[in-house]
């Protein structure tokens, strides 16, 4: 073959917020992430700031760093990899947590496939991971579902239908809610659920303000309710 | 409150096989875990083994090693929490990867959860986000559904059932397979599934034999096929 060696793409992770270094990022992954020049990024801001704290040796300025455009074209795409068809390794870093996982990035991972370019994930923190481990609800079959409706009667709703779900396919359902409206998606997981239902609240994972705790829905009605206002959380249920 | 201070379930990663530990765990993990004393692990074996190459201060032979049984009744997990409401802290360890997710320890955190004993994730390698990140496919809405049917004729219509769902929510399929029964499954994919279906297939990862890629079944049916063969591989699939 007379094609030059290519680049790989790694997927380097994020931090989840303010969570220490140490006990988010494997060692290797913060040196592989301070090898490479080429990024393609969800945010740049974001992106500088953990390439900083990771202590990349390269002036940030001299770095390519490059956002991910949303809905990107092809040709857009198969673009932000020419480094890599020219030799180069990239880094694909989202704002937090794992690229391509309830995060942007899937859509160039599956340009590199389609051009050949080696794909290697590497291992960092993931909040919906961590809040399935967390949870003590089903990890052998579970469901993740993004965003649902924010709309009150459609929130309902889809809170109903995916606890149908959950009681016949006996699968934990996993979903999330922009941080500002947690407080309104709690109370409508204790209003719209049945009471012997088990709700997890996941909140602040590897951050000072992680806690986390499963119990129904009738015993969440009992207890104060948690603050979760403008702190990341996951949700989770499992109907049996 | 008169209760002494309790104890943390602490849900420590297990590395994958002979992945490098220094590329898949985080040094603050590593000391966690060198801190307990108490474990609840799937397999003892292998829990010494990884406590061996983190070293472990004490003698092997001098922790607390149990393992947790398959189908324990609620009291027989009470008892296996019994050092945390006397204020030790345990780990959860199980065979490869993390705690509770597509292995054992659910049944364990939800007893935690129960008596009110603080759950911790640790973040460590799961071969089942490390392939979803590095598919390509949809990471907004995947599933996971542990093992398919053994028969063929019953591996044949999950698959399809799989591909159908996937087509109807758009929602990437995730699935396991015992390892010496790769090869089938991966035959039978492309025996089950449409021309146009992604398929990936992430082998081996964070090992020596790691390996990933995704295609249409109509391209891997014109490739030469992967050696799967006793090596822990994660199949996903996603029809659009």
Known sequence: MSQPRRGTLYLVPASLGESPLRSTLPEAVAEQARRLQHFVVENAKTARADLKRIDHPTALRELSIVELPRNAAPQALADLLAPALDGKDIGLMSEAGVPAVADPGASLVREAHRLDIQVIPLVGPSSLLLALMASGLDGQRFA???????????????????????????QTQLFIETPYRNTKMFHALLTSCQPGTRVCVARGLTTADEWVRTCTVARWKKSPPPSLDKIPTVFLLLAD
């Open 144 to 170: 993740f579902h993004g965003y649902l409706p924010v709309q009150d009667g459609a929130r309902a709703s889809a809170l109903k239908t995916l606890e149908a779900a959950s009681r016949q396919h006996h």
